[in-house]
């Protein structure tokens, strides 16, 4: 009954069973932390605009992203993955979010940036609809835990009106 | 010949009722565990509510062993979600983050473009020939939860499969083996 196998049994199992109920509670304390972030983003140029051969528009932009995340950080945080969605409607598609850019911030001391890029990631529309076309530049955010529930948020920044023609 | 009788008192000493109580048991464990698997089924409405993550594409994020926890809701998706998906013509799902979405105005339907945090370009290349978008139905959940390093075991198990059986050989034993 009281073999060496059955002590390092019941030892394994309430180990497991606390570092299980540890990280639940690490994770839980994450919902204590109620953040403030802020950011901005600036066009500040269209590099070029033009309807690619197979007939979806194109166009490249300059942008200017300034961002205080540093409220997300909490000590369950492993990393936080941010990224700059435009977001607008067409005749042929109700939602449509192209990423622009984005960056993983490793720790609270990165969380704090400014930087002029141009889009990372090519802004193709699926069609010719962009001339004219108002969108909504939105910056994202995805908590990545070191443990248990990943959450995420955004704040939807002011709007842009691309040109009526190409350029 | 002392050897043999020796063998066949012991096999006649093992008693039928603890024989049948240790079958019941073993039973009750493997039934249990499928029953959680299946439970986990419904309640996330994933066909595999847990993934282990096999490439390191999405470092620093998720390393190789890490768990998964995935959820399958009637939402629709967003650009930011990981996902897991299924490509045509690939065995192993992949677990990348979307980072565009057109969703369409007639039907609803969404076509979305993946890409894994560490990689340099997006998923186009792994996609079926010829194919530019993921489908509903290429997704098989999205991420929600995160577990590290726990995935190892199954890892481990796979690659070296002759673990796997001493470790069921083990168990089976101490099975056979345990009186009460």
Known sequence: ?167 | MGWISDQIDSIKSLQFRQVITQIVSLGMIVTSALIIWKGLMCITGSESPVVVVLSGSMEPGFKRGDILFLHMSKEPIRAGEIVVFNVDGREIPIVHRVIKVHERQDTGEVEVLTKGDNNFGDDRLLYAHGQLWLQRHHIMGRAVGFLPYVGWVTIIMTEKPIIKYILIGALGLLVITSKE
């Open chain 1, 1 to 167: 009954m009281h073999s060496f196998g059955y002590r390092a049994n019941a030892l394994l199992t309430f180990a497991i069973t606390i570092l299980a109920l540890m990280c639940a509670i690490v994770s839980l304390s994450d919902n204590l932390n109620s953040p403030t972030p802020t950011a901005q983003v600036q066009v500040l140029n269209i590099n070029w605009f033009q309807k690619k051969p197979d007939g979806d528009d194109e166009v490249s932009l300059t942008l200017n992203i300034s961002a205080n995340l540093q409220s997300l950080f909490t000590w369950n945080t492993k990393q936080v993955f941010v990224f700059l969605a435009a977001e607008y409607e067409t005749p042929k598609n109700v939602l449509n979010q192209v990423s622009l850019w984005d960056g993983i911030i490793p720790s609270k001391e990165h969380a704090k940036f400014w930087i002029h890029t141009t889009n990372k990631y090519r802004f193709i529309d699926q069609g010719s609809n962009l001339r004219g076309r108002d969108f909504n530049l939105t910056l994202h955010w995805h908590v990545m835990p070191k443990t248990g529930k990943m959450s995420a948020d955004k704040i939807v920044m002011s709007g842009y009106r691309l040109p009526e023609a190409y350029r």
